[in-house]
Structures are given as C-alpha cells and as structure tokens.
C-alpha cells in the first residue's frame, strides 16, 4: 500500500447521492480476482456509450477536472459489498474519496485497499463542491496525522475520523501482512515469554 500522510491535491466532484457499487463497477467486470486493471473501467455506464465511445457531460470524461480526491454525496458505495468498488477507484488513481456518509461495507472495503473515506458534513461537501465548480483548480488538503480536511482556497476544515489501527496502516503504507510483519519481532518475543 502507498503512504498517505498529508496530500494536497484538486478534486473530482460526482454531485450525486446514493452511488452504488454497481455504478462504480458493473457486475460485468467481476470475473478476475487480480486488482489491477479495474480502473479502465471505473463508472463504466457513466463514461461511455453503448459503442465505448466516452460520454462528454460526464465528469471524468471532462478534461478541466482532475486529481486524487473524489467527491461525492451522500450514501457512497451503498449496494452490494463487492471489493471491486476500492479496486476500480484505486486503480483509476484515486487516494481519497470525500462524502458526507459511506456505506459501511464499503468504507472497510475501501480501508483495506489504500482508499481513505473521508467522511465530512453535508455543509463542508456542499462548500467543496461550490469551490471546484467555481474553480476546477482548487485544491484540498488532507492531513491524515491531524485527522483534518481543509479546503484550501476558502481556509475551511473540518475534523474527520479514522481507526487509529487503519489510520497507522495508511501513514506507514501497510496492508494488514506488512503490519503484522513490522511487528514480528514483538510476536516472536509474546510466544517465547508464552513457551516458557
């Protein structure tokens, strides 16, 4: 997994409610089980026409927009639970998605594949979203440490939660193996103090 610790970076805003996983990713896809790849295809129904021609009013499609955080309303990643969802969005490129609420599945889902939901309030997100309309540049920061957005043109920031394990996991760039692997040496010493 790549480290996040603090990242600054422009949005991509997808002012919609309720997307779900099958938008994200259409069952379609789901037929491999390696992850790479899956980005091609991220909100394939909305990206292209029946004849894979790209759909010009949708966002990603819009070259004034780009950078590692998408924003989204409400309801992010709700449907079903496939894991494909992260995989499309962190093979696309995307290190952050921002909304004012996640489906549960998906923000763990999203945790363990080096995606970091950040979860904001409906009047922070409305405020994103009215800068990025304004300005397709405006940046974010997203300082993991301190657990604080900060929209960058207009000083606003707003506080977000993490588990500490998920939050330690991102800033040293482990998935659950390295984590476990960067403390061997304390489960090697716990089974002999146990053996003995």
């Known amino acids: 997994m790549k480290i996040l610790n603090v990242l600054t970076t422009a949005c991509v805003p997808l002012n919609v409610e309720?997307?779900?996983?099958?938008?994200?990713?259409?069952?379609?896809f789901l037929k491999t089980t390696d992850q790479a790849g899956f980005g091609k295809n991220l909100f394939r129904d909305w990206r292209y026409d029946a004849?894979?021609?790209p759909i010009s009013g949708f966002v990603l499609n819009n070259k004034a927009y780009s950078g590692l955080a998408l924003v989204a309303g409400k309801n992010f990643g709700c449907g079903s639970s496939r894991e494909h969802a992260a995989w499309a969005i962190a093979d696309y490129g995307f290190r952050v998605v921002i909304s004012p609420l996640f489906a549960d599945i998906f923000r763990g889902n999203a945790l363990n594949n080096g995606v970091?939901?950040?979860?904001a309030s409906e009047a922070f997100v409305a405020a994103l979203f009215a800068e990025v309309e304004k300005n397709p540049e405006a940046?974010?920061?997203?300082?993991?440490?301190?657990?604080?957005i900060t929209i960058n043109s207009i000083g606003q920031s707003e506080h977000f939660d993490i588990n500490s394990y998920k939050k330690h996991c991102f800033i040293n760039g482990y998935d659950d193996i390295d984590y476990l692997l960067s403390i061997k040496g304390k489960i090697e010493a716990y089974e002999l103090n146990v053996k003995s």
Not at 18 to 28: C, H, K, N, V, Y
Not at 116 to 119: H, I
Not at 139 to 148: A, F, G, N, R, S
């Open 116 to 119: 970091l939901p950040v979860q």
């Open 51 to 53: 004849n894979g021609n």
């Open 18 to 28: 309720s997307i779900d996983t099958d938008q994200i990713i259409p069952a379609r």
């Open 139 to 148: 940046t974010i920061t997203v300082d993991l440490p301190e657990q604080k």
